[in-house]
């Protein structure tokens, strides 16, 4: 549905407000709706004209972006979930999208509904809904690099081995009841199933040995622990964080680590820049990319310089 007001195209210092085109999940929870249903709320009363698109089923977040019309909006805020976000990324930077670097100007922000909100915690954006409506309202627009794994876009962070076996076994309903316990749950489950297999991991040119993989365009992972503090969005550069020993105890001792914010200071955990990556395990292997799986492997990994923009809060510099 569409809706205008009166003050849609001026405001108090001269600037007409945003035209938005909301991308919404309706599956978050009652506590999330109600943020949503504020956050909007916030927006009209600042003159915004909203344009609310819900989505259905998997795909169509991907759909609505892909189809948006840089004319008629000035920005495309995915609300849900890290899967919605990445949705709306692949929608938006696809070649030909209306937010790529071929397909036009359209920006994107961020209304985080969803248990990791990774993208969101890289771009500093909390719960309060009055400083996330200032920010899609007013935050500025900044390019930033995506990673693409086998053709699909990732805005923070991709997995091979122990985390994407876990994101592919998750209960999708025990994780609408419970949240990020979901994750725990399939990971002390796979603690007893997962073979630990070896992954051969190639950066620019260079192979490594590997138990588990982890490739960052950001810091955060699952939410705001910190796997690679020296990676940055606007940066055209992956930071790979290599787990060279395998089996149940190690991935308990990383885990505690990266609870603990050491994991840097672990003797067989390796961090190392690359831009291009690829990994090979077990074929088919899953690979997640933004807390969904996203490819298999084999997997070829790039990065795309200023491959979109992103809405950031104002007060980030």
């Not at 939410?223 to 020296?230: A, H, L, S, W």
């Not at 003797?267 to 690829?278: N, T």
């Amino acid at each position: 549905m569409s809706e205008r007001s009166a003050a849609a195209f001026g405001s108090d210092k001269g600037v007409r407000p945003r035209r938005l085109l909301v991308v919404y999940n309706p599956a978050a929870g009652q506590r999330r709706r109600r943020r949503f249903e504020a956050v909007l709320r916030a927006l009209r009363a600042r003159g915004c004209l909203l344009d609310l698109r819900e989505t259905a089923a998997p795909g169509d977040a991907e759909a609505l972006a892909r189809a948006a019309d840089p004319g008629a909006a000035d920005v495309i805020v995915a609300a849900g979930g890290d899967g919605t976000v990445n949705e709306v990324v692949n929608g938006l930077a696809a070649p030909g999208g209306p937010g790529g670097a071929q397909g036009g100007r359209l920006p994107l922000a961020v209304l985080p509904l969803g248990t990791a909100n990774v993208l969101a915690s890289e771009i500093g954006l909390g719960r309060d809904s009055r400083a996330l409506a200032r920010t899609i309202a007013e935050g500025p627009a900044r390019p930033v690099a995506l990673g693409q794994a086998n053709g699909r876009l990732f805005s923070v962070v991709l997995g091979a081995g122990f985390d994407a076996h876990v994101v592919d076994g998750v209960d999708t309903d025990l994780k609408r009841r419970i949240g990020k316990g979901a994750y725990v749950w399939e990971a002390a489950r796979q603690l007893s199933r997962f073979g630990f297999p070896e992954y051969r991991v190639t950066l620019d040119g260079t192979c490594h040995a590997a138990a588990s993989a982890i490739v960052t365009k950001g810091r955060y992972y699952a939410g705001r622990f910190v796997v690679t503090p020296e990676a940055r969005l606007e940066v055209p550069e992956f930071q790979v964080c290599l787990f060279t020993r395998p089996g149940a105890w190690n991935a308990l001792r990383y885990a505690a680590a990266l609870g603990l914010g050491r994991l840097g200071r672990l003797p067989d955990v390796r961090m190392l820049p690359a831009c291009e990556v690829s990994i090979e395990g077990p074929e088919g292997d899953p690979v997640q990319g933004d807390g969904d799986i996203i490819a298999s492997l084999p997997a070829a990994v790039r990065v795309l310089p200023e491959a979109l923009k992103i809405v950031f809060p104002p007060e980030v510099r």
